[in-house]
Every structure is written in structure tokens, then in C-alpha cells.
């Protein structure tokens, strides 16, 4: 299939003896002391960022990097109670549950977004237009017995809080996008087509932000982890000197009985 | 063991159903379009950095981000192929591969420095006193059959272009401390002990100025693991377009032959 | 949600200071020394397995267990390389490659194959009633421009020596049920649909092998799970003594070559 | 490095269009049908068994499949509870888990007794030279203020209900060797030697049976992951249907109160 002697391409990153380059850029005097970690990750999927769109997918960041003892949170420090010598295995059994549920539903808005805008916007971004994509698009999920993605949360039930200030903080910055702003006709679509009414949740308008500041609707799924790593390592950090995973687990085995079969 | 009637306590984050707080401060609020996601690593590991730390930890990570098609990379990129519906994944798989070889030894670096500064240097640290306490921690490891950990690296045998720069960074902020002027006496009393001239490593640099501004040499493992999703997430977004994953397996398919027992 | 007095039910283990309890037994008296990992592994889905059945099972575990240096084994390897003390990262590196491309498939094709019988066999099992299931299930599925499970393979163009081998062996247990015979089918009816020709791969073989002893087919995929621990360990028992990681990203490094942005 | 051109030599699997190979045996004809999971896994870590050493395997094997509600299960369906979809990921969460403080024990004394034998045992193992090495090794490393392997649980602390039964089992096979026979005076020298009594774990009972029916020592680690897997499997099996993972998390978030820094 390949031939052997073709050269492997990435743009992502090559080293030689005496250099490292990434995106494109000679790394010590190009990248380290010029450009943030949060710049450097706008760089690498390819976006040349102004400062709004750095300052708004640092917002977005932030936003997802924690939200307490979640399921993601509980395993990474329950892998720690086994494997403390191992920190890199604690982290990544985090992020393992960062999927349909929890964090996924970021890049899942995003791709929905997308989706309905490029099949039935037509170029367009009037509120109007907007109103109708979102009235079409929320009625063939709802029709297909889909969720609508970027809706509820099984906490927050009423708003999410980091929903209208991120959108506050877009439009500050002039970046209250197509994507953004559709997402929020979908809400009130939702309800008018019969659904409960349900607030945006901090994933969905995070993703929609990230798509309106450039980042491809099927990189949000990744770009949302780096944040995610930050929260864990800070819980991960704190389990080594407050452990909490030892006490979950000897308070379950207490709790635990056995079911027959079925 | 723990009465369940007890709270468990957290200082990272919680949430109830109309607010978010993490590391004490109210999310939106407080660390939306405030702190980015640098800074909030930082606070998350209970320091207030100040401008010249913020600035050093961006250089850190990012001089750590990413090494091109690393084991850690490759990894990554042949988890996708088999599973491109779950890239939290293939991150994870990306950051297994950050143990005692590879990323792994800036925490390595940062206790072994910790601790001969701990053990040696009396809270002194001018240069007679940390060529010393560099000169007793070398020949104890080397009596002891073990690495130095910070030096050598199997891509950069001369010079790894990191540490100079990121020095040089450290100096300029006024923040090269006594953990990475020990390191440097380190590489010089490794070659006077009669070991090979090895160059200190980039990792082992990073997680030397990571202790410097602060943070706790058992978490620098983790901190830059944040760094390094940021170049895995880079990775598999290029993966999506420009696969390397299976062609790479079928040019190792065509390569390999089986062998007879030992 | 919960009452927190509320006992965690589980029908899978527990213990208390002085005894063990799996699957309702009691470990040491009657599984150690009863039951081969199998036949455990089968009585956790909550079968009691007859010979042949566990027979059966073992041949799919086989059959599944490696294929040389796959995406899987080579992530894997690779984890070994940097983080050769943590060998369950590894392990758990290769495990997040079996998804929707590669073993996931298992498990992919024994849902649709038990979805077409439970939508329109009407509970027969004859073939000219498998044979109708086949065309209107394959019909629904390239109607919809989805992919029939179960069908083709990268390196197995013509056959995958594994199907054939493993029908036998279910036809002389007397166990080649209507799953399998249904699979069969379907790769006459993806034919005769205008398809390509293609062989029906060993991960759908099985896949259909499993539901039809009594494995449910969302198990599936957990299952086939535990035969490829089996490789993967094997594997890195291997990479220990002859590794192929370090070799293989040196040579990946010599032949990269960075790539301008698009 | 590499020459490109040399063949990657693995003796575990490899494949062409017509054929797979596994540990030197053509797999449809040689293993399908005839060996079982647990067979395959000890001849691909390239031991031919007897009928006693397979026995002793299962045992093993069947005695480290599950021990309930443990960090490692509960990460596993905390983790499935985020990304239902990526059964492999909720696995290798689990997996992840098994490290220096469970699961990993195995691996651990396995390795502690094969270089205590070989230190001080002069290649003798009757019962006199064996109680010297135990105390020798035991001394060694309470002198060296590390921990005994093998001994101690924090559920069984009087005695673990495995470990007597996988002796029994191996004594009557004939195969009571000199690991296993050392780990039982090492419990007594460890009491002798001040230490609390501890009783022999089912880990490091289990690894010291592996080293003595030929498993390497430095390939338990991995070879425990197989059995480990079976039970995670059941877990998730019984998650998708009586979930524990979801309760779990409110509960914990019910009973969560934030703490001030230090």
C-alpha cells in the first residue's frame, strides 16, 4: 500500500540532533516564551488566532476543566488508590469517560451544528434563518427518536451556568458566531416541538463557541480533553494528600450486598 | 473506616445546581474571561502565580507539548485507527506512553533535585554549595547503580535545544532557582564522576523550573501531562485527514516474520 | 436519586473478611480448582454453560486472541517503550484500538444480526426464512448507506481462515445456530445486492458464534475483550526480551518529514 | 538503527491473506478446536503445560478475576457510565488500576522470590535453606524500611481465603515449588522479625504459583491482567443493565463539601 522509502508526513511536530519544530515554527525561539499553551493548541489544529479567539477558547477551556467529583474525576482518583506510582494511568482512565455522556456531547453539538447549518442555512446566519435551521434540524432528530445534542444536564436542570456567560463573553469579543447563535434557537425550538424545556449545557455552547472561533466541528471532541487533563491533575494532585478514593471504596464494599441471578 | 455521614471534601471544584466553583472561586464569575487555562492549572495546584511563573509554566508546557512521531504519538495515531469514534481513547493510549522513559523523568528530575537540595544543601544555595550537594547526589546514584535522572537524551545527543532556551527564559524573569542551577551542576559533576558528557534534557530542564515557581515536585508528572495532550489532540486531528496509523501497519504487516522460540 | 442507606447490589463479587463470593459461589471451595477462566468468564454473563458451549467459547477466545502486530499490538509496544513499569498501561493502550474498526466489529455484528431476527424472522429459523431476514436486512443497511458488519477484512481479501474453521467446529457441537447461519446469508445477500464479494471476517464469525450459545450481543464486545488481554500480554512479554518499539520509532523518525499546512 | 530493509521477527502472531499464524502454530488448524484460552495464554508466553500446570493456571487465573466492588470496578464503571459506547475504554480503565497496590503485588513478590532464591539459595530448596533465605530477605528489606511483598490485605486481615485453597490445589498436583514454599516462610520470618502477622495474600500467593509452573517473573504483572479482564467484563456486563456507576456519582456529589486551601 505505501512504499516504504515514501517519507511519513506531519506537519505536527519533527526533530533532528540539534532541532524541534512545531507547527511549522523552530521551537525554542519561536514558540517557547512567545506563545501560551492555549495559543500553541489553536496553532497546531492550524488556526493563526486573534487575540478574541485565544481569550475565547481559554474561556471555553476553563469552563469544561472541572465541574467536582464526577464519574471522570471519581475514576482517575480511584486508579490513583491502585497505581499511585503510575500518574499517567490515573489521567488517562479520567478522560476514558470523557465520551457520549459526559464531554463528548461538546464535539456532538458541534458536528450538529455544522450539520444543520450546512444543509439547511444556504449561506445564511439571519435570526431568522437561524429560527427555521434550528426548527428543521430539531424536528428530524426528534422525528429519528434522537436527542437533540447540547441540551440538560443532570445537575443543573433549570440553567447551566456557564452557558450565558460564555455567550456574554462572545459577544463582548464580537465572536457570537452562526454556530452559537443557532444553538440557542435550537433551545427554544426544542420546547416549541414539544420537548421539556431544557437549558443549554456548558458542553454544547462551549462547542459551539470553539466552532465559531474556527476549530473543525470533529476536532472539538479532542480539543475539550486538554482541558479536561488540567481539572484531573489537579484532582490527582489533592488525592495524594487528601485521599478520597481508599474511603469511597471501603464505605461501598460496606454498602455492597449480592444480588441473586435474575 | 470513614462514618458515610461524613462530607467528602474537595477544594478543586463542586457544583450545585445553579453555580460552579472551582479552586474557591465562582467559575463564571471568577475564572471565565479572567484566568486562562495556564493559570487556572496553576491555581488548581494552590498557587497565585505571579506574571513571570504564569509565563515560565507556558514555556514549560509548551516546550513539552509535543517531539514529532514519538512512541507516544505513534501510539495515539494506531489507537485511532482502530477506534476513530472514541478519540478519548487514543489520547489515553498517547499518555500511557509517558512513564520512566519518555515525559516521565521531568518528575524524576524534580524529586531527585528536591531531594539532594533537601538532604545536602542546609537551605543554602550559592554555587560553592550546590556544586557540592550536585557532586554528593551524583555519586550516591552512581554507587547505587542508578541513572541521573535529567541528562542524556536518544534524539539530542549533543545539546536538547529546550534547556538552553528555557534557562535563558528562567534567567531573563528573574526566577532561575536553586533547583535548576542544581541541575546544571548536576550534568557537570556526571561528567567529572566520570560518566559520559550528557546534555540535560529538555523534560528534565522543565520539571527543574516547575519546582522553581512552585509546584510540588510529586506533581510535575502530572502537570505536563497537560502539555502533552495538547500535542496528542494536535496529532489526531491531522490522523482524521492525513492517516498514518494504517499505513504504517501494513508497511510493519509486510515487514515482519515470525520467529521460532528462543 | 439514592437513598444512601440503600445497599450497591452486584451479582459479580464480594467479599468480607473471611470469605469470597463469585458468580453466588464461593471462590475458593467452588471455583478454585472447578472452573477454568472460561467457564468463569461465561458463568459471570450469567450462563451455565453446557461442554459445548464452553468448548465453543474457548475456540472464539482463540481465534481472537492476536493477529500478529496489528494497530493494537504495535500501540501497545509502543506504550512498553516509555513506560516499560507500568506494563497495565500498556495492555490497556492496545485494548483502546478494538472499537468500531478493529474486534469492535464482534460485537457490531452480533447486534444487527440479532436485531434482523428479532424485526423480521417472526420466530423461525429455517433457511428460507434466514435468507429473506438477510435481504431485508442488508437492504435496509445499504439503503442507508451504512456498511453490513460482519463483511470483509484488510488483509483477508478472499477468506478469513478463521470462519470456516470456526462453523465447523459449532456445526459438530451441534450449536451453529441462527446467528451464524443467518451471517451466512448475509454475505450471499450483500452480493446479490450489488456489493463487492467479501468474506465473511473472523471478529463477525464469532461475534454471531457467542449470541448464538447465549451471550447477549451487547456482551459482545466486553468479551471478545478478554482473548485479546491474552495477545497483548503475550506481546509485551515479548517486547521485553525483543522489543520492536524503539526500533520502529527510530526508523519512523528517520523517515518523517514535516509538511507545509494544507 | 535499523536496517529498514530487516524483517520485525515476533513469534506471537502473524498474518498473511490465506493464513494466520500464533506461536508457531497454524491457528485454524492447531489451536482452534483444540486449546483453550487459558492453554493459548501460557504457550504464547512459551510454555508447553502440562495438565497440572494448566489446572494450577485456571486456579490462579479464577482466583484474580474479581474481588467485588473494588477501585478497580468501580473506575471501570464510572468510566462506562461516561462513554457507554467504548466498552474498551471502560476496561482499561479498570485495568489501570492494577498497580503497586493491587494486582500488582503478584508481579511484585513473584519477582522478590525468584531473586531472594536466587541470591541466598544456592540452588537448594529444602525447608532449612529456605527459612534462611526468608529471613535473609525479609531482613534486607526491613532493613531497607521497604514492605514484604506477598503479605497483608486490607480486607482479609486475618487470613486471605485464597491463599490456602491455591496451595492445597498445588500440592496436589504435585507442584508445590519452591516459590510458593519460600512465600510461606517469609510470613512467618517477617512475624519472627518483629513485623505484625501478616497473612499471605491471594496476589502474592498467586504469583509465586505462576513462577513455579514456569511463568517468568517479570510476566505476571501482565499475565494477572488476562484474569483481571473476565471480571472487569462482568462488571460492565451487569453496569449496562443494574447501574451502579450514575447512583454513585450523586451520592458522592450529595455528600461533597468544598475545603479551603491548607
Redesign the interface.
Given at each position: 500500500?505505501?512504499d516504504?522509502s515514501?517519507?511519513?508526513?506531519?506537519?505536527?511536530?519533527?526533530?533532528?540532533?540539534?532541532?524541534?519544530?512545531?507547527?511549522?515554527r523552530d521551537?525554542?525561539?519561536e514558540?517557547?516564551?512567545r506563545?501560551?499553551?492555549?495559543e500553541?493548541?489553536l496553532l497546531?489544529?492550524?488556526r493563526e488566532p486573534s487575540d478574541g479567539e485565544r481569550?475565547l477558547l481559554?474561556?471555553v477551556?476553563?469552563?469544561l476543566?472541572?465541574?467536582?467529583?464526577?464519574?471522570?474525576?471519581?475514576?482517575a482518583r480511584?486508579?490513583?488508590?491502585?497505581?499511585?506510582?503510575?500518574?499517567?494511568?490515573?489521567?488517562?482512565?479520567g478522560?476514558?469517560?470523557?465520551?457520549?455522556?459526559?464531554?463528548?456531547p461538546a464535539g456532538d453539538t458541534a458536528e450538529f451544528l455544522a450539520e444543520a447549518l450546512g444543509a439547511h442555512a444556504g449561506g445564511r446566519a439571519d435570526d431568522e434563518t437561524l429560527a427555521e435551521v434550528a426548527r428543521l434540524a430539531v424536528g428530524e432528530r426528534v422525528a429519528s427518536g434522537l436527542r437533540v445534542p447540547g441540551l440538560g444536564h443532570?445537575?443543573?436542570?433549570?440553567?447551566d451556568?456557564?452557558t450565558?456567560?460564555?455567550f456574554e463573553?462572545a459577544a463582548a469579543e464580537g465572536l457570537l458566531g452562526p454556530h452559537a447563535r443557532l444553538l440557542q434557537h435550537v433551545a427554544g425550538a426544542h420546547e416549541t416541538a414539544g420537548g421539556r424545556r431544557l437549558p443549554i449545557n456548558g458542553a454544547g455552547a462551549g462547542g459551539a463557541v470553539l466552532v465559531d472561533i474556527g476549530i473543525?466541528p470533529?476536532?472539538v471532541?479532542?480539543?475539550v480533553?486538554?482541558?479536561r487533563?488540567?481539572?484531573l491533575?489537579?484532582?490527582?494532585?489533592?488525592e495524594?494528600t487528601?485521599p478520597?478514593?481508599?474511603?469511597?471504596?471501603?464505605?461501598?464494599?460496606?454498602?455492597?450486598?449480592?444480588?441473586?441471578?435474575?
Open positions: 500500500m505505501t516504504r515514501d517519507p511519513l508526513r506531519t506537519w505536527i511536530g519533527s526533530s533532528t540532533a540539534d532541532s524541534i519544530t512545531l507547527a511549522g521551537l525554542p525561539s514558540v517557547m516564551g506563545l501560551s499553551l492555549t500553541l493548541a497546531l489544529t492550524r481569550r481559554d474561556a477551556l476553563v469552563s476543566a472541572d465541574h467536582g467529583l464526577t464519574p471522570s474525576a471519581l475514576a480511584l486508579t490513583y488508590t491502585g497505581a499511585p506510582e503510575a500518574i499517567q494511568g490515573a489521567v488517562a482512565a478522560l476514558l469517560g470523557a465520551g457520549s455522556v459526559f464531554l463528548g443532570p445537575v443543573h436542570r433549570s440553567e451556568p456557564r450565558a456567560r460564555l463573553l473543525a470533529g476536532d471532541r479532542g480539543v480533553l486538554i482541558a487533563t488540567a481539572g491533575v489537579a484532582h490527582l494532585a489533592e495524594a487528601q478520597i478514593g481508599m474511603p469511597l471504596w471501603l464505605d461501598v464494599e460496606g454498602r455492597s450486598r449480592p444480588t441473586g441471578p435474575a
